[in-house]
């Protein structure tokens, strides 16, 4: 029995160990492993033992590693992100050579996933401290919103620091960064710079934020029940329609332009401080192509929105903190017109910080730029 | 709702338990929130008594990003984890030497849950857990990981892409605990919410219960009842009772609602629970018996300690009670400059506690008030101490502190 124990001891130790020493296996079965954990833990038994066994091959297998990320799921690519992080401490740790000039060759292949490019980048950039100078330069229009970001930043603390000739070199310095920029941190830094300048950036417009509407309600949601009950606009919309209200009244849609900065909308407001009701807010655009897109609302209060009739978001939440894009609904833009609902939830409490009753939108593509459209919102006798 | 999941025996399975096989702790280790057992209280004698930001800092290293969890430390290792980059991001797990401070290892995850949250709060909130063979990282994002003590990833899961209506636009912070090889995680929010036991081997689920809908920054608690283990949490439906192993009800307290973000605390067969009414129970085989209650003694943040017959709690506003832990009589009240975030720790007869501002107040332990000393750490710290290898153990919201004297 001890011998059995003792044999079954060195043979966990071996297994854990991982490959024989010298023996390279295919990548691809192993990354397949990986890449197929699925929910609640499923296959993580295999993919821990292919982990072990694609980390034990060293270097020469990070492009593939780095590859594989392209299309894995958000949690596949965080187990591959370990085993590249692995492999290049074990590496620097046993003396490995790690290829820089794969990795910057893979970094420059902008069909490659943001993450794994960006990934690549910061193990470049461990074996090469000069990366950031000699490719942050060309990454300005990066699809890469991380190495984007870094691609600004430095050229802003540059031309910040720096001097130019004429305040209006300084002026088409930071206008050309604005059209860069897509992180609001930075995009707000920039117009602040401008506004030192004298030039006024609409904001507005330039994060895509809806400002026409039209609106209808209230519609019950005494103990949220709204969140989940159909309203009528939920199954179309008729600007012409007429609805029972909350208290059985009559509601109509109406206009509603807002000039609040950032298209806020503020429900108290337009339609009254009222407590467990809803608020549908509808608009119309056009896109003169086809091409998916985020609807990236703010609200403090429960929130679902459509896209042409199918729901792309909802949230359940009220009163926990109200900030731009925190809420992202993906759907496809449709060449011709497109119509966006949301619908916005208040509800009974009387807490003083759980009154706020707003709702923000913007249309905008994967990395926050505005999408350009063009509103056509039916306007309402 | 009660789920329950069979075990598949694989080979591959054998070789993952293999590793997991128990080792001896050292009694110094630090392997969870506030501790060892989550209690605050440490054995670790000759701890410091003075410090500042250059005297008697054994070491101090650098952290990537902001963080409210404590250190863990077993086998020589400190862990401490992170979050980083534009909105949070990044999740990061770190790993130093505790005797150097020298960073052995840094992994990072991205988030694949939402990241805002209260200003006061981040991502890095639930404080890791150790068995010291291994760390398990919860995140606010909803980013589960476990790494052996080499860095070496063993198992990662999305929680958030599991479930995901999963998180709260405030930030979730509940800490995970470890009743043998099952992980205990809590997560109460504004989406699904529950109460899972995670095989820590594999991160696979054992069982996972129903909690309610509701924010709860409230840490799982592991008591003995009746000669059996339970898990206690604190939610809006009160103070329950499970089954570590089975995720089974046992009791449940209705009364006991959580109403601040402190957690519950256990000391010699009795909970002590802040609620509405700082509450000290005994469990049963039923429903627990309420043995006193002190609406005087309810902390904010802070979770309390009880040791050798004494309750210790400071409120966020630097109210520090002692009371009896038999009778819930306040003996003693002592006012410090607030504000404060991080529980206090106990060791060495000492009462060690630490407002937002890096203050760090010594206190005597004990049924008399004695101020031993007051310290100053020029830097933001929410996160509990903790002591291991003679020091104390500062985490900042820029780095982490080994408070004690130089080793040779």
Known sequence: MRSMMIQAILCGIFLSAGVADGVAQDTGPLLQ????????????????????????????????????????????????????????????????????????????????????????????VRLDPSTPERLLPKLLDDPSSELRRDAVAVKLERGLKGTFATSAARTEFLKDLLQHARDRDQVNSISDELKKLGVEIDLTAHYGFVTRWLLV??????????????????????????????????????DHTTARPLGLVDLNEVVGKLHGTVVYGYTAVTSESERPIELRAASNNAVRIWLNGKEIYFREEYHHGMEIDQHVGKGILKAGRNEILIKVCQNEQTDSWAQQWSFQLRICDALGAAVPVVNVTEKVK | MFFAREHVMNPYRIALILPFLAIPLHAEDVTQFRGPNGLGISKETNLPLTWSATDNIRWKAELPGRGLANPVIADGRVYVTATGAYQQKRQIVLCFDLKTGRKLWERQVW???????????????????????????????????????????????????????V?????????????????????????????AGIDKRTGENRWRVQRPRDINWVSPLVIQNQGKAE???????????????????????????????????????VVYAPSDKFTALRPSAGEPEVLWQQIKLRPNYCSPIVHQGLVYIVNGNGIVNCASAKSGEILWTHRLDGPFAASPLLGDGKLYLVNEK?????????????????????DTILATPVASDGAIFFRSDAAIYCIGEKKK
Not at chain 1, 231 to 243: F, I, L, N, R, T
Not at chain 2, 254 to 265: E, M, N, V
């Open chain 1, 33 to 124: 492993r990986i890449k197929s954990v699925g929910k609640e833990g499923a296959g993580n038994i295999e993919a821990a033992k292919a982990w072990k066994d694609l980390v034990a091959q060293g270097p020469t297998v990070l492009p593939d590693v780095l590859g594989a990320m392209d299309d894995a799921s958000p949690t596949a690519i965080n187990w591959l992100r370990a085993a590249v992080e692995a492999i290049q401490d074990k590496a620097s740790a046993q003396g490995q050579k790690v290829s820089a000039d794969k990795l910057e060759s893979f970094i420059k292949e902008t069909r490659h996933a943001g993450k794994s490019r960006r990934l690549a980048y910061e193990c470049l």
């Open chain 1, 217 to 254: 309600g209230p519609f019950d949601n005494s103990r949220g029940v709204g969140f989940s009950n159909v309203y009528p606009p939920e199954k179309g919309v008729d600007p012409k329609a007429s609805y029972a209200g909350k208290a059985g009244e009559t509601v109509r849609w109406r």
């Open chain 2, 358 to 378: 890096g203050v760090g107040t010594v206190l005597a332990a004990g049924d008399q008030l004695k101020v031993l000393a007051t310290n100053m750490l020029d």
């Open chain 2, 111 to 165: 988030a694949t849950g939402g990241t805002q949250c209260h200003p006061k709060t981040n991502m890095a909130a639930p404080t890791p857990i150790t068995d010291g063979r291994h760390v398990y990282a919860l995140f606010a994002t909803g980013d589960l990981v476990c790494y052996d003590k080499a860095g070496d990833l063993v198992w990662y899961r999305s929680l958030v892409g599991d479930y995901p209506t």
């Open chain 2, 167 to 195: 998180g709260n636009n405030v930030g979730m912070a509940a800490s995970p605990t470890l009743h043998e090889d099952t992980l205990l995680i809590s997560l109460e929010n504004a989406g699904e919410s529950f109460l």
């Open chain 2, 231 to 269: 898990v206690v949490v604190q939610g809006s439906d009160g103070m329950t009772a499970y089954d570590p192993a089975n995720g089974e009800k046992k009791w449940n307290a209705p009364k006991l609602r959580s109403g601040t973000y402190a957690s519950p605390t256990y000391a010699d067969g």
